[in-house]
């Protein structure tokens, strides 16, 4: 088991998080960029980043420490499946391996996933409206 980072090491990751997100040209870019810190623990070994759509589909956006062929496994899922209502219900959840066959993710080049968790992040996008 992993030791867990000092106040100091996680201020430090946190004033670089923000740092990057304020160099971010867009929302993909921002998330990607979140994505990266979160790697950076030293338990997490891979994850993605998913968009909800306006249909409650979701697409992966961003994904680091997987292979190309899981990454095309899991590039979509549409909005009728288990892993867009998991997202919908918006908490955080975790599942360990024996529970990870339910939700049917595949296997990567290096083996089976061992643990699995869903973090739901809210991003608002503000409209701007026009008026001519």
């Not at 790697?39 to 997987?66: E, F, H, M, N, W």
């Not at 939700?103 to 968790?117: N, S, V, Y």
Request: net charge negative.
């Amino acid at each position: 088991m992993s030791t867990p980072p000092s106040a100091d090491d996680f201020l430090a990751m946190l004033r670089d998080l923000l740092l990057d997100l304020a160099r971010a040209s867009g929302l993909e870019a921002g998330l990607a960029r979140i994505l990266d810190a979160a790697l950076t623990c030293p338990a997490i070994d891979c994850g993605g980043v998913y968009l909800l759509d306006g249909t409650g589909a979701l697409k992966l956006v961003s994904a680091r420490g997987v292979d190309a062929a899981f990454a095309d496994q899991v590039q979509s899922y549409p909005a009728d499946s288990l892993q867009a209502a998991i997202v919908r219900e918006g908490r955080n959840r975790s599942w360990g391996r024996a529970e990870i066959e339910v939700l049917g993710l595949p296997a990567t080049a290096d083996g089976p996933i061992r643990a699995f968790a869903a973090l739901p992040i809210y991003v608002h996008v503000p409209r701007f409206y026009a008026e001519v």
